[in-house]
Each structure stands twice: as C-alpha cells, then as structure tokens.
C-alpha cells in the first residue's frame, strides 16, 4: 500500500493549487482517505476527508467554501483543491488512508500515509 501526495508550490493569496495523492495497491474508493497539514510546533491538522464508496466529503471550518476533494476512480487519485488561499493555509500537506472507511479528523485513525508535499501562500 503506498500513498504519493504531490502538487505542493509557491503561491500568492487569492490563488489556487491542486493537490494530488495518488494511491497504489488497493482501489481508491475502498478506504476513506483524508488531508491533513502540519506546520512547524504545531500539531497535524485534519483538513478535509473523502469517505469509502459514497464519497461523502468533510472539511474543517477554516477551508470550508474554498477547499473541494474530488476522487478519481479511474486514475486511482484524491485530490486536493484549494481555492482563495490565505497565507494561514501554509503548511506541509499529507494524504493518509483510514482502515475504518469512514472519515475522521485524527491522525491516529489513518493506517497508511504518503509523504508530505510544501505549500507556501505568500507574495
């Protein structure tokens, strides 16, 4: 099982990224899979989750309005768009997959998780 979260980059505010989190070794919309964000003496942030099958979609107050996740079966990816960014949303961001398929804002309940990806929203 491996995770890949990629897309991360320097970005002005007021503008937009994609990220992505390409899954391997099992089908996309088995697991619930979640975003979360770190920055530096801080705790990981659960940001948005895109449950199993349904793909019923949570996100955290601070990025509801501007954050969208979006599943691709076919492409076996979740992504991450993040519109109107402010530069409180700078942070490391992880995709990470939950054995329990349905979403959950703590780290501790996802299994697998893809390496960071560097998002900067400064000018």
């Known amino acids: 099982v491996q995770l890949q979260a990629s897309g991360g980059g320097l970005v002005q505010p007021g503008g937009s990224l994609r990220l992505s989190c390409v899954v391997r070794g099992f089908r996309v919309d088995y697991y619930a899979i979640g975003w979360f964000r770190q920055v530096p003496g801080k705790e990981r942030e659960g940001v948005s989750c895109i449950s199993s099958g349904d793909g019923i979609n949570y996100y955290v107050d601070s990025v509801k309005g501007r954050f969208t996740t979006l599943r691709d079966n076919a492409e076996g990816t979740v992504y991450l768009q993040m519109n109107s960014l402010k530069p409180e949303d700078t942070a490391v961001y992880y995709c990470?997959?939950?054995?329990?398929?349905?979403?959950?804002?703590?780290?501790?309940?996802?299994?697998?998780w893809g390496q960071g990806t560097l998002v900067t929203v400064s000018s």
């Open positions: 990470a997959a939950t054995f329990s398929r349905t979403c959950s804002p703590h780290m501790t309940d996802y299994n697998f």
